[in-house]
């Protein structure tokens, strides 16, 4: 392939590389992850609350990585409150989870600044043939897609597995119980869903480039010189 056209689908994958750590940063950020409803179940139980009467013991949840805000519906209007995951909800939520989850948005900023400069570095510059190289090109969008891939997988585990909206409507309550009626993720969650298949299209971009897949020239020498002995 001509050197304008591998300097171009370079370009083109540093940008989105580049664009995969911004929006990484800002989604961390954001306490725009999981909106939800949680019912005050003891008192719709002490009225006997059905269909539209629900509404009334219908609360609202937003949070993120950090912190969040809830709306409280004990039928005598809404208690809006604002909570910080560190160091309010450390006893209240799954913090070794939620830490991971941290520190796995944080991998895939860093591997996605990393790979943006060496993106750049191939398309203008005389890379090495180690991790700088075509070695490196997949390695960094590899570990970026898997990380990216490893935030909504443990995120998706805490809200369900770990009832994590219930934990947070319940935190401080001595009086009320809630329960959670309904959830649905939000803008920052589906955006690392966009950084997962931009750094997809990256790794075929890469091939495109005319680079081929790791290990793939190996193998080839091998069976080649495996049939050389075999024929002499």
Known sequence: ???RQKQLLFSVSG?????????A???TGLPFWLRGAALCRTGAELVN???PELDKFLGELSYGLFHGQ???QCGLGGRTSRFSFFPDLLDAIPAGLHVTIIFFCGVVIFF???ATGFFFFNAFGRPYETLQGPMGLYLWTFICCLSSCLVMILFASEVKLQHLSERIANFNEINFVFQTYSERYDRCFWLFFLIFFLQGLNGILIRLAGIQFPFQDSKEVELSSGAADLMY
Not at 15 to 23: Q, V
Request: proline share 4%.
């Open 25 to 27: 940063a800002v989604a």
């Open 49 to 51: 609350a059905t269909g």
């Open 112 to 114: 996605s600044s990393v």
């Open 70 to 72: 809830r709306v409280k």
């Open 1 to 3: 392939m001509p050197s």
């Open 15 to 23: 940008l989105l590389g580049l664009s995969c750590a911004l929006t």
